[in-house]
């Protein structure tokens, strides 16, 4: 298995994207709009790489603008890009590198038409910035000027073997205020049946009310759980089903019921 996973095209662990996921449940349960990964979690050599793009020894200048200035093997390096500052490769503030700090972090932001949560001005910011240690993340970029970046302080390898509870936990989702389903990592399960859909969401659901999003952040939750979006039709809420081979109402596709009828077929055409 893989030390890390993917979300929104950036490195993160399997604890840290199950936190952010909750986090993110909780974030579009109160505003609507759903959280994204701008920069995660990135490898030594790739924070030396992005220090290169931007610095240069301060001896090769060369009259060209200079931002700021950092220390690094020995020597001072000056920022000549406009990107916006990095850390060097080997300091402590380089806290995207894992093994810098045995932590990591993310950049965020999210998909409403303003600032978000990149502006410390905006309602939205406040309110990560006051719930987002809840589920493990500090707001450490408030203290230089990025309320976007949020380091997790738990740690990030719990749950990269054995599946946790949360990772089985799921999440009760009404589509646009007609279609109900359990939503969880790498599975998404339909109900057509109101009483049955409480009952399962009292059982399993990691919430307790029922999460309302558009189709527009539905299928963003898919992508974020793993969940392929042509598994699910959101015109009328049916869910693949791999013994039918189609969408059917009531529907339950994961991963593992793919997988395992995957290896029926394949066991029954070497019988």
Known sequence: ????????????????LRDLNAL??????????????????????????????????SSEVNGRRTYDFRQWQGIWWARISDLGTVAAPDSPHANHVIENTGRGALDLRDDGVDAGVSSRENPRADWLKANALAQGYSPEGYNFSEPWHYRYERDPWVGTGAISQEETMAYPILLNGRHR????????????????SDLARNIVAAEDVWIELNTASFLQQLDSFGVPRDKVDTSNGHVFDVT????????????????????????AKLG
């Open 24 to 57: 993110d449940q909780a974030f579009a349960a109160r505003f609507g709009k759903q959280l994204h990964v701008n920069s995660g979690v990135r490898l030594r050599s790739e924070q030396e790489q992005l220090f290169r793009e931007r610095y240069v020894p």
């Open 244 to 267: 039918l081979g189609r969408r059917v109402a009531g529907g339950w596709w994961s991963w593992a019921r793919e997988a395992q009828h995957n290896t029926k077929l394949i066991l």
């Open 1 to 16: 298995m893989s030390r890390y996973v993917s979300r929104d095209g950036s490195r993160l662990t399997r604890a840290m």
């Open 181 to 196: 389903f359990l939503l969880g990592v790498g599975s998404i399960k339909h109900f057509t049946d109101v009483a049955a």
